[in-house]
């Protein structure tokens, strides 16, 4: 069977198989590997690879052999938990959200390599840190 690298990528990511992905069970942490597995291809793949055309709803949902909505519902879902995004968020909310989670990842993990290893220098316009208002 040849699978989609984006797919495959994408479930091995989440920790799940493509027979777990397609397959109708409703338990919840298959479930919650699924939303992670939709959100991935409809949104991390954007901001990971740039240069490709971003993938559609319909494709996503025959790829892992779902309806286009059930893509959307599951993504959204999976940005909210762990992006804080509104369940309702558009893509392109969605799309912002993961990559200011990716920046300040990228933040925490300098500082860490910092105070553990010395001298590092972060490329310029690679992370943006924010100062707190407050």
């Known amino acids: 069977m040849i699978i989609s690298p984006a797919l ?67 993504a959204r879902q999976h940005s909210a938990k762990h992006y804080g995004t509104r369940p309702e968020a558009l893509t392109d909310e969605m799309v912002a959200a993961y990559e200011t989670h990716r920046a300040h990842i990228g933040a925490i993990w300098a500082v860490q390599w910092l105070e553990g290893y010395g001298e590092f220098e972060i490329p310029q316009g690679a992370v943006e840190i924010v100062e707190d208002a407050a």
């Open 8 to 74: 495959a990528r994408a479930c091995k990511a989440a920790g799940i198989t493509l027979t777990q992905l397609r397959e109708q069970n409703k338990r919840r942490e298959i479930a919650h590997k699924r939303f992670q597995v939709y959100h991935h291809l409809l949104i991390a793949e954007r901001v990971l690879y740039p240069n490709r055309p971003p993938m559609s709803q319909p494709i996503c949902g025959r790829l892992c052999h779902r309806d286009h909505t059930t893509i959307l519902y599951g």
